[in-house]
Every structure is written in C-alpha cells, then in structure tokens.
C-alpha cells in the first residue's frame, strides 16, 4: 500500500522555472493575456488526467488565458511520434495552441521536467505559478492547483505553496525512480 500511495501522490521536488520569461525560449508569451503553458511526454499515461483538468480549466478562464500545451518530440524518432491520443486530447480544447518541443529544448529552458507541468506567467513575463493541476498522478478532480490558477485569474488572493505535478519525466536531469512513459504506455510497469 505505501508503494501504491507513494506513486499515486509522492513526487520529488521539481526543478525551479525561471520567474521570468526566458528570452531565448521559442515559445512566444501573449502579451495582454496571462500565459499558460503545460509540458507532456505524449506517452504518459498519467498525463490524462492533466489534460482534462486543463479542459475543465478553459471552461472557466477560455478568454482570459492564453495556453500553450508544449509535446516532447525527440528528432531520432519519426516525425509524428508526439501525435498521440494524448494530443489529440489537449488539441481538441478550444483556445489550446499545440507546439512540438523538439528534444525537450522548451521543457529544459522552463525547468519542467515532469509531465503535466503547468507554469503561468503574467502578460509582463512574470512568473505566476508553477506546478501540477491534479492532485495525485493520473487523478481527475478539484485540485489546489487549478484552485490558485483561477484564482490568480480573478484577481484573488492565491496559495504560494509550492503544489507538486504528477507524471512521467520529460527529459532526465538526473536519475529518477518516477515513471517510464513507454513501458508504462506498453502496459509495462512503470
């Protein structure tokens, strides 16, 4: 059971993204809106759930936010390998613009190494929030994260906890015991 639990909603610190907007980064910020980004390994399985919470979340703030999921994509696999369900899925969300991160370059400039990362930042490039929008790995529901994003959003006072994402490694900055997105994509054990 504690190995169940310690999966489900243990998570290691996370890596800090840069509290303002790298000027090097690729990805382009709005401007006049807050900006979201959320990073995916397209072959985690525990990403699902981040990717509804993010539908759930656009539901609420779809004019007031401009999102940008970034999907790992490494140059030695063939070109289409990022184009999972997974994509389809946050493609589908109204107002989501979709970027192939080759190599995990974004994902490394922003310091999000876990799938499901959600980082916002305001239309000045300050950084607003950074975490998860679940509250466990793969789970579904009210979260503290999507909690503070709106709130943020509406000009309310917001947590400043630190709030864990859960997933699979985007890339590896050093050794983790995580979550193998493709033996786990595989029905293998993570």
């Not at 909690?147 to 000009?155: C, K, N």
């Amino acid at each position: 059971m504690h190995r169940l639990w310690q999966y489900s909603y243990g998570s290691e610190p996370g890596a800090r993204p840069p509290v303002v907007w790298p000027k090097e980064a690729s990805v382009s910020p709005h401007g006049s809106l807050p900006t979201l980004l959320m990073f995916v390994h397209p072959r985690c399985p525990c990403t699902r759930a981040s990717i509804e919470e993010l539908a759930r979340l656009m539901r609420f703030a779809r004019e007031r936010l401009a999102v940008t999921v970034c999907v790992f994509s490494p140059t030695e696999l063939h070109d289409g390998w990022e184009r999972t369900e997974l994509w389809a899925s946050a493609q589908a969300i109204p107002g989501v613009a979709m970027y192939r991160d080759r190599d995990a370059r974004e994902a490394q400039r922003f310091q999000a190494v876990k799938s499901g990362t959600v980082l916002l930042y305001s239309p000045a490039g300050r950084l607003l929030f950074s975490g998860g929008i679940t509250n466990g790995r793969g789970h579904e529901g009210d979260s503290v994260g999507r909690a503070t994003i709106l709130a943020l959003l509406e000009g309310r006072p917001a947590p400043e906890d630190p709030v864990p994402a859960f997933g699979c490694p985007i890339y590896q900055p050093r050794a983790s015991a995580t979550c193998d997105p493709d033996a786990a994509a595989a029905g293998g054990r993570p």
